[in-house]
Each structure stands twice: as C-alpha cells, then as structure tokens.
C-alpha cells in the first residue's frame, strides 16, 4: 500500500484548501482517513471515508471540512474552507483495514501553513 497525500501549501485566513490522497495497493473493505499533526501537538484524527461511502468527523472540523472518497480513481480528498491559524499543520492521510489480512499504513503528509 502506498499513499501520497498533496495539495498544502501556504494560505491566509479565510481561504480555502483541497488536499488529496493517492492510494495505492489498497484492497476492499479499507478506510481511508485524514490526520494532522500540528508542531508540538499529537496526530489527532479529522475525517474518514469507509469503503461504503461512511463518513466520520472530528466534531471540531466539521463544519469547515468535507472529505470524499473516489473509488474508481482510489483517492481520498479534504476540502477545507475558511481555513484558521490553527489549521497549520502537516495533514497525514490513513489506510485501515480491520478484516484479515489486516494493516495500517501513513502517507508521508502534507504541509499547511495558514498565515492571518
């Protein structure tokens, strides 16, 4: 499995931002997920899409972000609109299947640094 997460950047406050994931080798019944990480905070968990369309938000986001899942193309996208200070950090994208075989695997994120 291999993902690659792209779209950061450096933005001011108020814009807006798509992110997306690539993935790759991925089997069926895999949940995509995105994750930040902000300097000196732990990972923390914004958005997931489940191989049947399921959604799930951090409750904080979820008014200004919305994720979507492209099958056929296998790619996990995050649009962020009106994008905050405390949005800056590095985005990791997530794939998780719990049925055997069963695995885990990071994308290597991507920045976002939004400046007010």
């Known amino acids: 499995v291999q993902l690659q997460a792209s779209g950061g950047g450096w933005v001011q406050a108020g814009e807006s931002l798509k992110l997306t994931c690539a993935a790759s080798g991925i089997l069926g019944a895999t949940t995509l997920s995105w994750y930040r990480q902000a300097p000196g905070k732990q990972r923390e968990f914004i958005a997931s899409?489940?191989?049947?369309?399921?959604?799930d938000y951090r409750d904080s986001v979820r008014d200004r972000f919305t994720v979507s899942r492209h099958n056929a193309k296998n790619t996990l996208d995050l649009q962020i609109s009106n994008l905050k200070p405390e949005d800056t950090a590095v985005y990791y994208c997530?794939?998780?299947?719990?049925?055997?075989?069963?695995?885990?695997?990071w994308g290597q994120g991507t920045q976002v640094t939004v400046s007010s």
């Open positions: 899409v489940t191989s049947g369309g399921t959604t």
């Open positions: 997530k794939a998780q299947r719990r049925v055997m075989p069963v695995y885990t695997h």
